[in-house]
């Protein structure tokens, strides 16, 4: 098999090989960038967090869909979590060297379970479009803040009704008021401990003025959090990787999807 580039029929799979080339370098690249600055951040004595590629707005297809769905009126809201996925426990124990399955299965043992694993944490938002109409939308955020009508209700997944006023809120004046309160920054990025998806979760809920002590039972897995002890160079992969998604989605327009 041939394929035309620039009218010179070439080979399919010097093709394949070109690519897998690239794509090699490309991995041993990342990998050795990675190092490199962990090292040099180490020798200047320069925080991890220093270089991070911040957001301070949404990206496109967040913003469209604000503009269509922001302005309805809520019927209800759910706050929502379950298990992380095993894309996300597998990529966890890689950037964490092995710690993070190591101190689960420690945290198992300890409280003799089998079944343990963190929750993802997010708010599902039900709108009024017309009288006998609704449309359900997800806040989260993973590399950064998320806003989808992707919505999964699967066995694993649990669902809280926040019990609020209905008709009395949108999903733009909600977003737009916890944005305000607490800035750009906190608002839009993300961080694994200082700003993960439950943070962003809890400044919802107090703009709500739902932050009560039941949801943060059902938000919060504190005992784990506090024995997950990341060494700084996983932490620095970690940020470096969100850089690199942050940016492709900044160029893109769009949410890269990760199925957490």
Known sequence: MYMKIFNIDIPFVYIKWAILILLFTSILGLILWIVCSY???????????????????????????LKKYGNYPIKRIYLARHPI???????????????????LEKYKKKNKTDSFLPYHTMIYVEIKIKKNQS??????KNNCIRISP?????????????????????LNGILESTRKRIGNNKFFNWEIYKNNCQ????????????????NKK??????FAKELKISDFSLHIIS?????????????????????
């Open 39 to 65: 090292y040099l951040y180490k020798w200047f004595r320069v925080s991890i967090n220093k270089f991070n590629f911040y957001l301070n707005e949404y990206n496109n297809e967040c913003e469209n869909i």
């Open 135 to 140: 449309k359900f939308l997800l806040i989260d």
């Open 150 to 170: 992707r919505v999964k209700m699967g066995n694993e997944y649990e669902l809280k009704d926040l019990n609020i006023k209905k008709n009395k809120h949108t």
């Open 199 to 214: 943070i962003i979760v809890k400044e919802i809920l107090i703009t709500l003025k739902k932050f009560n002590k039941s």
């Open 85 to 103: 996925t095993k894309f996300m426990e597998t990529a966890l124990n890689i950037v964490t060297l092995n710690k993070f399955k190591t101190e």
């Open 218 to 223: 059902f938000m919060y897995q504190n005992e």
């Open 240 to 260: 470096s990787l969100t850089n690199i998604v942050n940016l492709l989605e900044n160029l893109v327009g769009f949410t890269l999807w990760m199925p957490v």
